[in-house]
T-cell receptor
Framework: EPEVTQTPSHQVTQMGQEVILRCVPISNHLYFYWYRQILGQKVEFLVSFYNNEISEKSEIFDDQFSVERPDGSNFTLKIRSTKLEDSAMYFC?????????FGSGTRLTVV | EDQVTQSPEALRLQEGESSSLNCSYTVSGLRGLFWYRQDPGKGPEFLFTLYSAGEEKEKERLKATLTKKESFLHITAPKPEDSATYLCAVGGSNDYKLSFGAGTTVTVRA
């Protein structure tokens, strides 16, 4: 069964450093998303991406965040200057029609 | 704003003891109600999508139903491997972003 692949599975970074989280969506999907889940809290929407541009973003997705689809297969989330409160699981998802598939996530720990 | 409330927060069951999880929602323009299973440290694993009131879907020991205001996930004769957090989410009219509930953590004891 097709999968959404995320790398790395776990990243530890110093506060203020930049991080890039990577995702390979399912190949025929056209819609891409990033969600995050702070430990013990709900899964929260960050951003949706379609046709090489952001289609919607939440209030969490401020100027410190950016997304990119640098080639035909990868989808990345960049956090420019990480804060302690950015520590969370970050999930990539892709969708085609009503099929909505999540990756296994990247656990980001900011120290 | 779309809202999803799940109850109970936690459910402890004996193996074989059937039960139901509730998901109540408010959404403008429901495009789909989703049920996911999440194991610790993992991503949500798709179970079902329901689109309209009266719809039901089944998969092994799980059955999901939908009304205009809530959805139920019925677990029939659960086994220990059904232990997980079950997440409910709604896709509204805005680009199909999902709004999640906080989940119900189910523990099934042998």
């Amino acid at each position: 069964e097709p999968e959404v692949t995320q790398t790395p599975s776990h990243q530890v970074t110093q506060m203020g450093q930049e991080v890039i989280l990577r995702c390979v969506p399912i190949s025929n999907h056209l819609y891409f998303y990033w969600y995050r889940q702070i430990l013990g809290q709900k899964v929260e929407f960050l951003v949706s991406f379609y046709n090489n541009e952001i289609s919607e973003k939440s209030e969490i997705f401020d100027d410190q965040f950016s997304v990119e689809r640098p080639d035909g297969s990868n989808f990345t989330l960049k956090i420019r200057s990480t804060k302690l409160e950015d520590s969370a699981m970050y999930f990539c998802a892709s969708r085609q029609g009503y099929g909505y598939t999540f990756g296994s996530g990247t656990r980001l720990t900011v120290v | 704003e779309d809202q999803v409330t799940q109850s109970p927060e936690a459910l402890r069951l004996q193996e074989g003891e059937s039960s139901s999880l509730n998901c109540s929602y408010t959404v403008s323009g429901l495009r789909g109600l989703f049920w996911y299973r999440q194991d610790p440290g993992k991503g949500p694993e798709f179970l079902f999508t329901l689109y309209s009131a009266g719809e039901e879907k089944e998969k092994e020991r799980l059955k999901a139903t939908l009304t205009k205001k809530e959805s139920f996930l019925h677990i029939t004769a659960p086994k220990p491997e059904d232990s997980a957090t079950y997440l409910c989410a709604v896709g509204g009219s805005n680009d199909y972003k999902l709004s999640f509930g906080a989940g119900t953590t189910v523990t099934v004891r042998a």
